[in-house]
Nanobody, 117 residues
């Protein structure tokens, strides 16, 4: 079955960086778009970023544009989210998803990102 395992979350200071990884198994990873979403306490789900199967097309929410970079390694069946210039408002539970943004069909368990001094 589909498995998505996120890692790389943790505590970072404002202005710092983190790199999230999502290891995928149980499906033909290389033919699917992949996405990252986040949910902050008391807030709704926000689609942060997405990447097409070949990596050529990407999407970024306005809130992270210019600071976050999504990438993928189809040989390693892994999608990444490089997060730079982190802000307090980036604090959230980050989910990896199989599929393109709101069309995503499967989700990981999430990895917590906390930005704090």
């Amino acid at each position: 079955q589909v498995q998505l395992v996120e890692s790389g979350g943790g505590l970072a200071q404002p202005g710092g960086s983190l790199r999230l990884s999502c290891a995928a198994s149980g499906f033909a990873f290389s033919i699917y778009a992949m996405s990252w979403a986040r949910q902050a306490p008391g807030k709704g789900l926000e689609w942060v970023s997405g990447i097409y199967s070949d990596g050529r097309n990407t999407y970024y929410a306005d809130s992270v544009k210019g600071r976050f970079t999504i990438s993928r390694d189809n040989a390693k069946r892994t999608v990444y989210l490089q997060m730079n210039s982190l802000k307090h408002e980036d604090t959230a539970l980050y989910y990896c998803a199989k599929g393109w943004l709101h069309r995503a069909a499967s989700w990981g368990q999430g990895t917590q990102v906390t930005v704090s001094t």
